[in-house]
């Protein structure tokens, strides 16, 4: 749950189709196919946010020249999407589509002598590595790896090459009963038999190195040796979380190393180094990191690594923090003591002696340095905005920014001060036929006395002398920022468009305004967080701008729950609710989810232990007897986070009652929504509901 809003940085493969049997990709002329769209309306559609490029993977080359980085298409008539791999110089000329295939090209990276660049491609059937020169010429596959890989990293020296790919080391059915081939079945023994939105498949992510020399790999070794864990970690980890040493004789890697009871129980992950000439593998991490340690990166020099990482064991949403270990001394350093503030993407300066890294901060990421010989921490980007990543290019950094008015492009800083170039205009094209509305920063004051940080996004052409109806937006997580994201489906750009101003308050719970307001929601899920999405939306109400006669709320995940405990306590204030795979009945949520550190940290445990009683009293189905207001209920079946049979309960209990509802249900998605047409489906079913109860409109039934 505090993955709700990871879609945003998952990789481009995530709904990509494998689009071809062909030996060698055939080219074709398509650039940038945003160039070639042209919009039907002026605001915000489903077409026009099915038609951006998601530009994602920014690598700078080694004489740090040149960008790479890929960017997505969907094509909504045939359901799937493409990822192609564009090439830029660092001042910003015009982006070239250097792949134009049929295939998904993903996870570009540039071959240490600048000389190729290497890339995986579905051409074949099956994801392999294949090479190109620097300008895109002369495609080959390097590499035949039955079942595939789905990551690689060349080692600095060039002479090998790391892979992650999926191992079977477990029995189905058919292995233990070979005589009954027909029998669809599963045994489970133990917990996590399935994760988010895959059941176990028997496999396990691994880490391999093959020797390399420049135009095949051969000689794989698997570096986990028949281990049943995974690395990176399942399941949105990333290249990111495994990286070579600068003399090519180490491997770093990401895993945790529990199976079963003791692996849901947990988010204790932990940071090994293989040593490639002894075959050893350390522990880097065991001693006194009890949660999360991810994603370490090695000085320039060797003599340093970098990492991020939790205090607390079960705890997702704890601070995430540096962590920098000398390893020629042994001393470790919490560079995060006095700073209250999360660190992601943490990459070195190539003078060894700073640490680059996002982090958010009143609901916008910005990008900070951090100098090791003083621990000084200095703010760098100003502005209203999420960066997403930060790497180094000679003198300037670059990163890639979104905002909730602009999707993700490619930036360069000015580490002095700040200053910001646009360097990548993908979708140039969508952004000058759009108009966006306003988004507006306001601090609102809470039951406590607090101050809170509260959106508020304008419908475009907005006429303070009219009414509009008006949405309060429950964000997930519990505890993910309502930042400056850009979603593709609680896009506020495009409720603003439907006629709706979107109040989107940080309420308690939530990242980015210290530990105490961030920690407040934990055990009291229904507390003063409640009480923060109504001072919100009582405070708003009082504009005259803001129908009050005409109030939605609408939300997912915890924001979904929310939607379904404000259903009981809302005293008349809304005229309609969406829940998109909420929390209705935490009884069952806490038997049925399959990540147990979750509920385990944020409710206390099983509901029949006696000390956790009052935080279960707080589950919305007890007070389903009080609702009376219009209800959407919208789930996906491949959602083990939170499964279905939530959604299904709430729509059944409105349905006893005669309240109006409905139940928007996706056999094939997830936690998310992912495919184009059923994506544009949920914006259709979202805007049909509202539109009926909070516009008035008897010619739009439900």
Request: negative net charge; hydrophobic residues 35%.
């Amino acid at each position: 749950m505090n993955k709700f809003v990871l879609p945003l940085l998952l990789s481009i493969i995530i709904g990509l189709s494998a689009c071809s049997d062909q030996e060698a990709p055939s080219e074709k002329t398509i650039g940038n196919p945003v160039d070639q769209v042209t919009l039907d309306s002026q605001v915000m559609t489903p077409q026009a946010l099915w038609s951006f490029g998601r530009v994602s993977g920014v690598k700078v080359s080694p004489d740090q020249k040149k960008l790479l980085f890929t960017s997505s298409f969907y094509d909504v008539e045939k359901n799937s999407g493409n990822g192609e791999i564009f090439l830029m110089p660092v001042d910003g000329e015009k982006a070239e589509n250097i792949t134009n295939t049929p295939a998904t090209e993903f996870n570009a990276r540039w071959r240490p002598d600048g000389k190729k660049i290497g890339y995986l491609s579905s051409a074949s059937g099956s994801t392999q590595l294949w090479e190109m020169n620097a300008d895109g010429s002369e495609k080959e596959k390097i590499s035949s790896i039955n079942g595939g890989i789905n990551g690689f990293e060349y080692a600095p020296n060039q002479k090998k090459i790391l892979y992650i790919k999926e191992v079977k080391l477990d029995q189905n059915v058919h292995d233990i009963y070979p005589d009954l081939p027909k029998a669809n079945a599963r045994i489970e023994t133990d917990l996590m038999y399935r994760h988010w939105d895959e059941w176990h498949n028997y496999k396990y992510s691994h880490v391999f190195v093959a020797d390399y020399n420049g135009e095949k790999i051969t000689n794989s070794v698997d570096i986990m040796k028949g281990e049943k864990y995974h690395a990176p970690l399942e399941p949105f980890g990333g290249m990111g979380q495994i990286n070579w040493s600068p003399d090519s004789k180490k491997v770093t890697y990401t895993s945790k190393k529990l199976t079963g009871k003791e692996y849901t129980m947990s988010t204790n992950s932990e940071i090994y180094i293989y040593d490639l000439e002894t075959g050893a593998t350390t522990n880097l991490t065991r001693k006194q990191h009890e949660g999360y340690d991810k994603a370490a990166v090695y000085s320039p020099n060797g003599k340093m690594i970098a990492w991020e990482s939790m205090r607390r064991d079960g705890y997702e949403a704890d601070k995430n923090r540096i962590f920098v270990r000398n390893l020629q001394t042994g001393e470790e350093t919490n560079y995060s003591t006095e700073f209250e503030q999360n660190a992601h993407g943490i990459t070195w300066g190539p003078e060894n002696e700073k640490l680059y890294f996002t982090s958010d901060w009143h609901a916008r990421f910005q990008i900070y340095q951090l100098t090791l010989k003083t621990g000084d921490i200095r703010q760098i980007t100003e502005g209203r905005h999420n960066y997403q990543s930060v790497a180094v290019a000679g003198d300037a950094l670059i990163g890639s920014k979104q905002s909730m008015s602009q999707p993700t492009e490619i930036y360069s800083i000015d580490p002095s001060t700040g200053k910001e170039t646009q360097l990548s205009h993908i979708n140039q094209n969508l952004m000058d036929q759009l108009n966006m509305g306003n988004v507006e920063k306001r601090w609102i004051e809470t039951t406590d006395g607090k101050e809170m940080l509260t959106w508020v996004i304008y419908p475009p052409n907005f006429d303070k002398s009219k009414e509009y109806p008006t949405l309060l937006y429950c964000q997930g997580g519990p505890q993910s920022s309502v930042s400056q994201f850009f979603s593709y489906r609680w896009n506020f750009q495009m409720m603003a468009a439907n006629g709706y101003i979107v109040v989107a308050p940080n309420r308690r719970g939530l990242p980015s305004f210290g530990m105490d307001w961030l920690e407040q929601i934990s055990g009291d899920y229904a507390g003063q967080n409640i009480q923060d999405y109504l001072s919100a939306i009582d405070a708003m109400k009082k504009e005259p701008f803001v129908d009050e006669d005409n109030l939605g709320a609408v939300g997912a995940s915890y924001g979904g729950y929310s939607i379904y405990y404000l259903a009981g306590h809302h005293n008349d204030r809304f005229d309609a609710f969406i829940s998109h795979d909420g929390m209705f009945n935490l009884e069952s949520f806490y038997l049925t989810t399959e990540e147990m550190w979750f509920p385990n940290w944020d409710l206390g445990g099983p509901y029949w232990e006696e000390e956790n009683k009052e935080v279960y009293a707080q589950s919305p189905h007890r007070f389903v007897d009080k609702w009376d207001t219009p209800i959407m209920v919208v789930h996906g079946q491949k959602d083990y986070r939170i499964p279905y049979t939530e959604g299904m309960a709430a729509f059944n209990a409105a349905q006893l009652q005669d309240i109006p509802s409905k139940f928007l249900f996706f056999p094939n998605e997830n936690h998310w929504v992912l495919k184009p047409q059923n994506g544009i489906l949920w914006q259709r079913e979202f805007f049909k509901w509202l539109d009926r109860w909070l516009k008035n409109n008897e010619d739009n039934p439900a």
